[in-house]
């Protein structure tokens, strides 16, 4: 079992940055992999960024890559998401999920047991 709380959600305008970054609990940190999805009001769950074991195992979606990295702690159990040039169509709250890397990465929210329980991410135009 593993426990995420996400925190560094806030208001910020067009262009501006923030980090997030996803706590999680238990000493099996490493054995998982993580993923930030996001979802903003009336629209579906959505992929945002993956992570492997390491910094060098990463993906992202088409509309953030370029402007998001995703990167990982593993001495401090945290996964982060840093947020550039951030747009208004970014707005939305995001979470981080984990999924144990046995089972491979993946996209799909369907696929993950474990999630935070979000953080708010307004970009003002």
């Known amino acids: 079992q593993v426990q995420l709380v996400e925190s560094g959600g806030g208001l910020v305008q067009a262009g501006g940055s923030l980090r997030l970054s996803c706590a999680a609990s238990g000493r099996t940190f490493i054995t998982y992999g993580m993923s930030w999805f996001r979802q903003a009001p009336g629209k579906e769950r959505e992929f945002v960024a993956l992570i492997g074991w390491s910094n060098f195992n990463t993906y992202y979606a088409d509309s953030v890559k370029g402007r998001f990295t995703v990167s990982r702690d593993n001495a401090k159990n945290t996964v982060y998401l840093q947020m550039n040039s951030l747009k208004p169509e970014d707005t939305a709250v995001y979470y981080c999920?984990?999924?144990?890397?046995?089972?491979?990465?993946?996209?799909?929210?369907?696929?993950?047991?474990?999630w935070g329980q979000g953080t708010q991410v307004t970009v003002s135009s």
């Open positions: 999920a984990a999924r144990e890397l046995r089972f491979g990465v993946s996209r799909t929210s369907d696929e993950y047991d474990y």
